[in-house]
């Protein structure tokens, strides 16, 4: 697929408008008989309905533009994980998918020492004060290793670590105030590290190697575009790497894990 080959699902949205309009639309939208929730993002539509309803608003409004990145081949897409804002994986993570080791093998070189590796219940989590959490399941060729609250596997020298003596490495990490990264490490070398709000933002010793996955998902990797559904999209690119999609049922507990005791993550 060439950069020719589509036109970006383009979105716009506005911005402007004070909390107490926000809570005037969401009532105004329930009223009309629209499903809103309490929280999130309003959708466009409605938006759009509102500001048309009341053009005194729409004077206040600032519209722009990002791409929505959606699945233009077969494969993973970013509709595969519309569960994961809702998930219990939380507002800061980082999955780590690993091609040639074993689970214990995967949380040693994530740091976490013998008498660290257990099983991983519901209960347990990653805090300040406590040890970080981190489990790990085999799926198909793959490792996946999910940091609670971490982002070690984010780090370009654990990405070298997980990946040398001829294997791989996948990191998503999503980040609730800092920025998200994608990225793909081999055989010891970070390949690109990609921004996915903002694709056009990656480095690495062959920054442009998973572009050919950024144009399936509808983005072109040219372009300087803001992507209103980064993580969806990152996680589809991880995707479209290994051929993992994670789905809610990859979370369960009890797993098998490490508690790293006094972990800086």
């Known amino acids: 697929m060439s ?7 383009r979105v716009t949205y506005r911005e402007g408008l004070s909390r107490d309009t926000s ?20 959708a466009p539509e409605i938006i759009d309905a509102f500001l048309a309803a009341h053009p005194e608003v729409y004077e206040q409004a ?19 994980y519309a569960w994961e804002g809702n998930s219990q994986l939380g507002d800061v993570y980082t999955i780590v998918f690993v091609r040639g ?4 093998e995967v949380l040693r070189r994530l740091g976490a020492a013998d008498e660290d590796i257990r099983l991983i219940e519901d209960w347990d989590y990653s805090y300040p004060e406590g040890p970080q959490i981190i489990t790990v399941r085999r799926i198909g060729d793959w490792s996946i290793a999910i940091e609670d609250c971490g982002w070690r596997g984010a780090r370009r020298e654990v990405l070298g670590a997980l990946s040398r ?24 070398q970070l390949i690109t590290d990609i921004n996915p709000g903002f694709p056009v933002d990656r480095w690495g010793a062959d920054r ?6 950024l144009r399936e998902l509808g983005i072109d990797p040219a372009a300087e575009d803001s992507i209103d559904n980064p993580i969806p999209e990152g996680l589809a690119l991880a995707g479209r790497v290994t051929g993992i999609t994670i789905i809610p049922g990859h979370l369960h507990r009890p797993v098998l894990g490490a508690a790293i005791p006094g972990a800086s993550f």
């Open 101 to 104: 080791l074993d689970e214990h």
């Open 3 to 9: 950069d020719a080959d589509f036109a970006p699902l």
């Open 165 to 188: 003596d001829g294997g791989e490495a996948v990191t998503v990490h999503r980040h609730d105030y800092a920025q998200h990264h994608v990225a793909y490490a081999v055989d010891g």
């Open 62 to 80: 600032r519209t722009f533009e990002m791409v929505h990145a959606t699945a233009r081949t077969p494969g993973p897409s970013p509709e595969d």
């Open 23 to 42: 809570l005037r639309m969401r009532e105004w939208a329930k009223a009309k008989g629209y499903a809103v929730s309490e929280r999130g993002r309003v």
């Open 208 to 213: 442009d190697r998973l572009n050919r996955h």
